[in-house]
């Protein structure tokens, strides 16, 4: 028999990581394990978030985004440059950078708070035993008397076009290419297709994205995915929607992608394509057929509000469980995990968690949209207040977008607020805040922002929601 501990966690991603720091932080003898291993073959902590995804992706729309201005905005602004020249080396040894820095961190973190950070295989069997499959060395039995699963996810890979980590590629494999596609197919508007394409567009590759669905951004509310829509089309992304695509065969030369839409059939010519139609739970060898999990009909491990699966001692968290595929919805599970654990009390507010898109201009969301607030039928009045009136957007050259708030006509309380435009996952914060506190408009209305700042114009949205905008003509 192995070492015994009071937690595993298998997986250390964002919603993993935390949750064994958490239960550390309790007193608790804690061990992590992962298997994650890059590209150059090297293991490290952090999950597809710090390595394939959020970190890495952020820092990329940084670097494509500073370019753009370089290129487009800097001669406004009374700056003139020369040419502007791109070093995709270089720009790609930064993002490997920061990627080394918070994966090493995690370590460090581990360390700090005495966890034991295991570099390998972990596989839940009966009677709350974890099978660790190590890199190097033995198979050894460990005892846990309480075992988290935050094992992730993954990208989905269609059949149609199946990965071929050359012409065909997932959204990890978009984020290393060394040279910029002159002709790029995305395949799916969603969260991560936008970011990828926004991207390489804003490096110079001619970008196509193709959309089965017919209305753009479906899950963003209305007004925001029409502005969003148009924005992105101004910057030069090419967006098919009701685009089916029906195969995609890759040859030394690119890839030809047939698809249907509105107008029939329709075929082009990429010379990379992405495919990026969503992520699944990856629960591959995670547990044996007798410990006891439960899997819905997509692959999700069953658990209860408070994340717990029908085996006593054992949750799950994170992708491989309901709910959004965010980080931060599963860290903050690994949070109410870990204190369950520790006696605590403890609960997760699924209805209040935010939405981020870091194109240019960002989008954001937090609550209901308009059409989900008119379905339900309760009465509500709506405010919004463009970037194009805030004296800081103009400063900042970036006046593109708006802020847009729900509010109930009864009590009001706000239902939901939308926002388009610059630092609008910063902004967000605010609005996570008062719907956790069930602020009302009026709440938002008598808070004091700074001038000039672009927080002000969620301060006048919410001026709106009663015709009382300050620095914008009311309805």
């Known amino acids: 028999m192995g070492r015994s501990f009071d937690v595993v966690v298998i997986g250390a991603g964002p919603a993993g990581y935390i949750a064994a720091i958490r239960a550390a932080q309790a007193g608790k003898s804690v061990a992590?394990?992962?298997?994650?291993?890059?590209?150059?073959?090297?293991?490290?902590?952090?999950?597809?978030?710090?390595?394939?995804?959020?970190?890495?992706?952020?820092?990329?729309?940084?670097?494509?985004?500073?370019?753009?201005?370089?290129?487009?905005?800097?001669?406004?602004?009374?700056?003139?440059t020369g040419p502007i020249e791109l070093d995709v080396a270089a720009m790609q040894k930064r993002r490997a950078s920061i990627v080394r820095q918070l994966t090493g961190g995690i370590a460090g973190l581990f360390k700090a708070n005495k966890v034991e950070g295991l570099v390998g295989h972990g596989k839940l069997l009966a009677g709350k035993q974890v099978e660790?499959?190590?890199?190097?060395?033995?198979?050894?039995?460990?005892?846990?008397?309480?075992?988290?699963?935050?094992?992730?996810?993954?990208?989905?890979?269609?059949?149609?076009?199946?990965?071929?980590?050359?012409?065909?590629?997932?959204?990890?494999?978009?984020?290393?290419?060394?040279?910029?596609?002159?002709?790029?197919?995305?395949?799916?508007?969603?969260?991560?297709?936008?970011?990828?394409?926004?991207?390489?567009?804003?490096?110079?590759?001619?970008?196509?994205?193709?959309?089965?669905?017919?209305?753009?951004?479906?899950?963003?509310?209305?007004?925001?995915?029409?502005?969003?829509?148009?924005?992105?089309?101004?910057?030069?992304?090419?967006?098919?929607?009701?685009?089916?695509?029906?195969?995609?065969?890759?040859?030394?030369?690119?890839?030809?992608?047939?698809?249907?839409?509105?107008?029939?059939?329709?075929?082009?010519?990429?010379?990379?394509?992405?495919?990026?139609?969503?992520?699944?739970?990856?629960?591959?060898?995670?547990?044996?057929?007798?410990?006891?999990?439960?899997?819905?009909?997509?692959?999700?491990?069953?658990?209860?509000?408070?994340?717990?699966?029908?085996?006593?001692?054992v949750y799950a968290i994170g992708d491989c469980v309901r709910g959004p595929m965010l980080a931060h919805k599963g860290s903050e599970e690994g949070v109410m995990v870990a204190d369950i654990i520790a006696g605590e009390t403890a609960e997760m507010n699924y209805d209040v968690i935010p939405s981020v898109i870091y194109t240019s201009p960002e989008i954001a969301w937090v609550g209901k949209t308009e059409e989900e607030v008119k379905a339900s039928g309760r009465a509500y009045k709506v405010g919004s207040f463009p970037f194009a009136a805030s004296g800081r957007a103009k400063a900042m050259e970036q006046t593109s977008g708006m802020v847009k708030m729900i509010s109930s006509k009864d009590d009001d309380e706000i239902l939901g607020v939308h926002i388009i435009g610059p630092m609008a996952g910063e902004l967000i914060s605010e609005a996570v805040l008062a719907l956790e506190f069930s602020a009302s408009t009026e709440d938002i209305q008598r808070t004091i922002h700074a001038h000039p700042t672009l927080a002000e114009a969620v301060h006048e949205a919410a001026l709106a929601v009663d015709n009382r905008a300050l620095n914008y003509p009311n309805k």
Not at 39 to 54: E, P, S
């Open 132 to 313: 660790f499959t190590p890199v190097d060395g033995e198979v050894e039995v460990l005892t846990a008397q309480n075992v988290i699963l935050a094992s992730g996810s993954s990208p989905i890979e269609l059949g149609i076009a199946k990965f071929d980590d050359d012409r065909i590629i997932d959204s990890w494999g978009a984020l290393e290419l060394t040279e910029v596609p002159k002709r790029l197919g995305v395949v799916g508007a969603g969260v991560i297709g936008l970011e990828l394409g926004s991207v390489w567009a804003r490096l110079g590759s001619s970008v196509t994205v193709l959309e089965a669905m017919a209305d753009f951004l479906f899950m963003a509310d209305r007004d925001v995915a029409n502005v969003a829509a148009k924005e992105f089309r101004k910057q030069g992304l090419e967006i098919k929607l009701g685009a089916k695509v029906s195969s995609a065969k890759a040859s030394k030369n690119g890839v030809t992608v047939s698809y249907e839409d509105a107008n029939g059939s329709q075929s082009v010519e990429f010379d990379k394509l992405v495919v990026a139609v969503g992520r699944k739970p990856h629960t591959d060898n995670l547990f044996a057929d007798d410990a006891g999990i439960q899997t819905d009909e997509r692959g999700f491990i069953v658990v209860d509000d408070e994340c717990r699966t029908r085996v006593k001692g």
């Open 32 to 80: 992590c394990i992962d298997e994650w291993k890059n590209k150059d073959g090297k293991n490290a902590f952090g999950g597809t978030c710090l390595n394939a995804g959020c970190i890495p992706s952020k820092a990329m729309l940084e670097s494509s985004e500073l370019m753009h201005r370089a290129q487009h905005e800097f001669k406004i602004h009374g700056i003139n």
